[in-house]
């Protein structure tokens, strides 16, 4: 039982390339969400998802894409890598509707340069 | 966006003391948990809240759900060296599905 396995664990990109951040989880959760944490603000929410098939937008959501085809993969998308993107990087699952507390993943530091 | 108010920001404080911190927000939230964050690791949840006025433990931890819903507080008694990290709240509104919101956290450090 590995929890939430986030890939890579450290990433630079150029501005303007793309890449997708792997985030996987196999507890058979519905929810799972993804959060930007940048030095002073805490955590925010930039995309999340209730199901298989169904995805929503966060707090900050510009810049990103997900989709969720499977319930153990949500894959983070940045479509065009810019320097405000870097930020720490947190993947995220629960049974409910976090009610009971998320479970996060270990982290993506992104660094674009 | 909306983030909640957590305080203080940082604290200094010799094993043994007492430490408390709290969260305010002007929204009312139906649940509210309490993470820790340790140096290149997710946050790892520590308490959860579901009703007003509630009170847990989680041995030298106690956090309560203030009786306004805008709050809430955590408190870590007879620190250790361990316990230093960043401790985040985050609260969920009722109709908001999977969406918490985040405090800005704690960052504890505690000196022998």
């Known amino acids: 039982n590995a929890g939430v396995t986030q890939t890579p664990k450290f990433q630079v990109l150029k501005t303007g390339q793309s890449m997708t951040l792997q985030c996987a989880q196999d507890?058979?959760?519905?929810?799972m969400s993804w959060y930007r944490q940048d030095p002073g603000m805490g955590l925010r929410l930039i995309h999340y998802?209730?199901?298989?098939?169904?995805?929503d937008q966060g707090e900050v959501p510009n810049g990103y894409n997900v989709s969720r085809s499977t319930t153990e993969d949500f894959p983070l998308r940045l479509l065009s890598a810019a320097p405000s993107q870097t930020s720490v990087y947190f993947c995220?699952?629960?049974?409910?509707?976090?009610?009971?507390?998320?479970?996060f993943g270990s982290g993506t530091r992104l660094t674009v340069v | 966006g909306q983030q909640l108010n957590q305080s203080p920001q940082s604290m200094f404080i010799q094993e043994g003391e007492d430490v408390s911190m709290n969260c305010t927000s002007s929204?009312?939230?139906?649940?509210w948990l309490w993470y820790k964050q340790d140096p290149g690791e997710g946050p790892v949840l520590l308490i959860a809240?579901?009703?007003?006025?509630e009170l847990t433990s989680n041995g030298r931890l106690t956090a309560q759900f203030g009786i306004t819903r805008k709050d809430s507080f955590l408190n870590i008694s007879a620190s250790i060296p361990s316990d230093v990290g960043i401790y985040f709240c985050?609260?969920?509104?009722?109709?908001?599905?999977?969406?918490?919101?985040f405090g800005t956290g704690t960052r504890l450090q505690v000196t022998l």
């Open positions: 998802s209730v199901g298989a098939g169904i995805t």
């Open positions: 507890m058979n959760h519905e929810y």
């Open positions: 985050a609260g969920r509104r009722a109709g908001t599905a999977s969406k918490l919101t």
């Open positions: 995220a699952s629960s049974y409910s509707s976090g009610g009971n507390g998320y479970t």
């Open positions: 809240l579901y009703k007003a006025g």
């Open positions: 929204s009312i939230f139906n649940t």
